[in-house]
């Protein structure tokens, strides 16, 4: 992969991941939204064999095999590893850094490979495309490349930030470069991608069927703490969520988007 570096580690955010997340009730609505969409394109209509990358604690791992599907999981944290391997003891389950994406097997013999939350975020534009074209020389026409990135602007976290005073906040992914993320006292090089720039990215060997907001209205999950407090807030910005969240030219302004696209 061009441009390598070495996959940023999130070994320190594995204890705390589940809960800071995955279990948390904007984490839950997030994911509900993506299986939704995921849902739309009967993803789930006949097993597939499913790559994913960046499996994390192995949470939709789990939801795709008892939904069928036949998952080969695979993550660059050894900690994340080795919570997702207690939650599914009979998965194929490895570690694989993203530098390491072209010599995987695994997705040829994969329909569809799947990156969920941010996952493809630790890449710059230029790993990005790497990443594309090396899982285009793998995967067979009609396979499909499901990715859920965060856009370079989030407008529920630029309210949120204006709302609580915190102006320095504002426009904080709107940059060239990276943003330094700290996730449980590491920092990680965070890369925030347009939905076009990635569109332009898979255009060569993709075509996309689907794109679409994932938490237009939903706040980030660093915002747990005050919408546990006020539950009426998040209830009504999930209305509001589940109301316009099927426009797709306000993918570049959520907290995340989903990104469907198949091999030609």
């Not at 589940?18 to 997030?30: M, V, W, Y």
């Not at 090089?189 to 060569?204: C, G, I, M, N």
């Not at 009504?236 to 959520?254: C, D, H, P, T, V």
């Amino acid at each position: 992969m061009g441009n390598r570096t070495m996959d940023p580690s999130f070994d320190s955010a594995a204890k705390l991941y589940d809960n800071e997340f995955t279990f948390s009730e904007i984490g839950k609505l997030q994911r509900d939204r993506v299986y939704f969409w995921l849902n739309k394109i009967n993803f789930f209509k006949k097993p597939k064999r499913v790559f994913e990358v960046n499996c994390g604690t192995g949470y939709d791992a789990k939801l795709f095999t008892e939904r069928g599907h036949q998952v080969t999981a695979t993550d660059g944290s050894e900690k994340m590893l080795e919570v997702a391997q207690k939650r599914n003891p009979e998965l194929d389950i490895y570690q694989r850094k993203f530098i390491d994406i072209s010599i995987d097997d695994n997705i040829g013999k994969s329909e569809a490979v799947f990156s969920n939350f941010g996952g493809l975020n630790c890449l710059s534009e230029e790993q990005l495309l790497c990443f594309i074209n090396e899982t285009a020389a793998q995967q067979k026409v009609g396979d499909l490349l499901i990715s859920v990135i965060m856009p370079n602007h989030c407008f529920i976290a630029d309210l949120f930030h204006f709302l609580t005073g915190k102006f320095n906040q504002i426009r904080r992914r709107n940059r060239e470069e990276f943003l330094e993320v700290n996730v449980n006292g590491e920092s990680i090089r965070t890369y925030y991608h347009h939905p076009a720039t990635v569109s332009k990215l898979l255009y060569s060997n993709y075509k996309v069927l689907l794109k679409k907001p994932i938490a237009i209205f939903l706040p980030p999950s660093y915002t747990e703490l005050f919408f546990k407090r006020n539950k009426w807030a998040l209830k009504g910005l999930y209305l509001l969520e589940r109301i316009f969240g099927n426009l797709s030219f306000l993918s570049s302004k959520a907290d995340h988007y989903i990104i469907v696209a198949e091999r030609k």
